[in-house]
């Protein structure tokens, strides 16, 4: 538990200690973040999550970062570094897909709709109780998150929403417990 919080506390302090930094140039934010279709919007994808265009945004995504960023820990570091990755990479090449034409698109908000779609599945390819009762649970809590996917606002990237709930349900399916002989399968 406690490698859980300190990991997740890693996560956010790098996020705080970049938006510190970038205070002092805002426009190098924009910089780092992914532009659609273009060949540098690609080495972005790493970047941009950890990135967040104000405090406000880095705000709205901290808390449920934290939450959700915690639980997902919880089976162990290799594997929250793993569903993380495969988030990152889902969610950014979905975004740098699909996102407008002269769009930027920074923020960790892809990573929250990622965990939070792990997090509710695993338990369930699992078939593991307590994973399914956490599932629920992170439904009940944070259900309400799934609205994100839908392009209700137009500076919002429901792009990295989208496509972060989708690479939280490839990491849950990639990372799921496969049955072993002996469990009579």
């Known amino acids: 538990m406690r ?3 300190v990991t997740v506390l890693a996560l956010l302090g790098v996020m705080w200690c970049l938006k510190l930094v970038a205070a002092l140039d805002p426009g190098l934010m924009l910089t780092y973040g992914i532009t659609p279709r273009r060949e540098d919007g690609l080495v972005h994808i ?3 999550p950890f990135l967040h265009l104000n405090f406000g945004h880095l705000v709205g995504n901290s808390i449920p970062l934290a939450v959700l ?3 997902a820990a ?8 793993a569903i993380t990755l495969v988030v990152i990479v889902v969610s950014g090449l979905g975004v740098w897909l699909v996102a ?3 769009s930027v698109t920074l923020g960790a908000s892809g990573i929250v709709f990622g965990y939070f779609a792990y997090l509710v599945v695993r338990g369930f390819l699992d078939l593991r109780l307590g994973d399914i009762a956490i599932g629920l649970l992170v439904l009940l809590l ?5 609205w994100g996917v839908l392009p209700t606002h137009r500076d919002i990237s429901w792009q990295a929403h989208l496509f972060g709930l989708l690479g939280g349900l490839l990491a849950a399916w990639m990372l799921r417990r496969r049955p072993t002989r002996g469990d009579g399968m």
Request: proline share 4%; charged share 10%; net charge positive.
């Open 3 to 5: 490698r859980a919080v």
């Open 46 to 48: 790493f970047t941009a």
């Open 69 to 71: 960023g915690f639980l």
């Open 74 to 81: 919880l089976r162990g570091l290799v594997r929250f570094l």
């Open 100 to 102: 407008p034409t002269g």
């Open 142 to 146: 944070y259900g309400g998150i799934l």
